[in-house]
């Protein structure tokens, strides 16, 4: 009869009912038929114990079948990656780091190429999914992300490998670990956080001899405190060229400054170690 | 083929207890999910490890493969 036969069996369901989608849930009556009796629902709260232990019967029947037994946004994300591996729109950026970067980078690396298409389809996923990069790989794991999905990793890392493998060996305990080449704006940062590590990295940057270095921002509070940053410090500001991308629909705000002058003054209000990003 | 060939079975994030006791499996004091009957027991997950009541996200084969939820899990998973 199969495990949904049971299950049908189990719950006096009609045998010709074509069920494709069982949901055990906590909430509800015993059983209930949805979505034109294609769905059954199953409150798993209010069986007693000998329903149960049938039901543990027919689960296992089911998962004896080879199929999985799934969180439903569990399984929505593993169908997801599936389908991401199929399409696999990112295997040449992958393909390129393969060989010149350590396997767990690679790893976020991989998973951060994930969560950047999401953050263009389905933005509501991007902090469960940063989160859960950040859990296996630290802030390394983060950064990695940060820089990801800003587009450094094709766009700067490549181009720097390409012209100098030495350089690029040297740049990339700098750049990753400490993302010296991009301050990222998050919700909970101070103004004056934003102003010393904008400083900071700007020395770190010109130490190593990168030419420019970029401040970004997501959402309308931290690019309403990066233009306020710009206008405050206007003076400390006009000695670089920068340019300034900015989408207002996507809420998305990029800061170029290219580090051809010096600056008169420290941005940053402490002292800080060049050499020590934090 | 059976007419149960397509069919599938999901569950809610707030019946993972239950689903837990329906794959005689408990969880102890500390959220880490563990055998029902040998508590002392911890059940891992693929990856060797074991695994929180909120780090759960489903099983396969009988109940002997414990998925984790997470992004990190899940694409490893999905290139075996």
């Keep these: 009869m199969g495990w949904l036969g049971s299950l049908k069996a189990f719950f006096h369901i009609e045998v010709g009912t074509r069920i494709t989608n069982v949901y055990y849930t906590h909430y509800g009556d015993k059983y209930e038929l949805r979505d034109g009796d294609q769905a059954l629902l199953v409150n798993l709260n209010a069986l007693n114990n000998d329903e149960k232990k049938q039901l543990r019967t027919i689960t296992r029947e089911y998962l004896d079948t080879g199929k999985f037994l799934l969180e439903a946004k569990t399984k929505s994300l ?3 990656l599936y389908d991401y591996n199929k399409r696999s729109p990112n295997s040449s950026i992958l393909g390129f780091f393969r060989d010149i970067i350590p396997p767990a980078d690679l790893e ?3 998973a951060s190429l994930y969560l950047r298409e999401k953050f263009i389809s389905d933005r509501t996923s991007v902090p469960q999914l940063k989160y859960d990069i950040v859990k296996n790989f630290g802030n390394r794991g983060g950064n990695i992300a940060n820089l990801c999905t800003a587009g450094y990793f094709e766009n700067f890392l490549m181009n720097l490998y390409n012209s100098s493998p030495e350089q690029f060996k040297r740049l990339y305990e700098l750049i990753v670990p400490k993302s010296i080449i991009a301050v990222f704006v998050y919700h909970d940062m101070r103004k004056e956080d ?15 001899g990168i030419p420019f270095m970029h401040i970004h921002g997501i959402g309308k509070d931290n690019t309403k405190k990066i233009k306020e940053i710009l206008a405050e410090e206007s003076e400390y500001f006009s ?3 920068k340019r300034i991308f900015e989408d207002e629909g996507k809420g998305i705000l990029a800061v170029e400054l290219l580090l051809s002058n010096q600056p008169p003054t420290d941005l940053g209000k402490e002292n800080d ?3 020590d990003p934090g | 083929m059976t007419m149960d060939e397509g069919a599938v079975i999901v569950f809610d994030k707030n019946a993972r207890k239950e689903i837990l006791d329906l794959l005689d499996k408990s969880v102890n004091d500390e959220g880490i999910i563990v055998e029902k009957e040998d508590p002392d027991v911890h059940v891992l997950a693929i990856d060797g490890t074991e695994l929180t009541l909120d780090e759960f996200g489903g099983v396969k084969k009988g109940s002997e493969v414990f998925i984790k939820s997470d992004l990190v899990s899940l694409m490893r998973l999905a290139r075996r």
């Design chain 1, 273 to 275: 170690d060049p050499t």
């Design chain 1, 78 to 80: 593993l169908e997801d």
């Design chain 1, 108 to 110: 976020a690396l991989d």
């Design chain 1, 239 to 241: 000695y670089y060229q």
């Design chain 1, 194 to 208: 934003i102003k010393r590590e904008i400083d900071l990295k700007i020395r770190l940057c010109k130490r190593y």
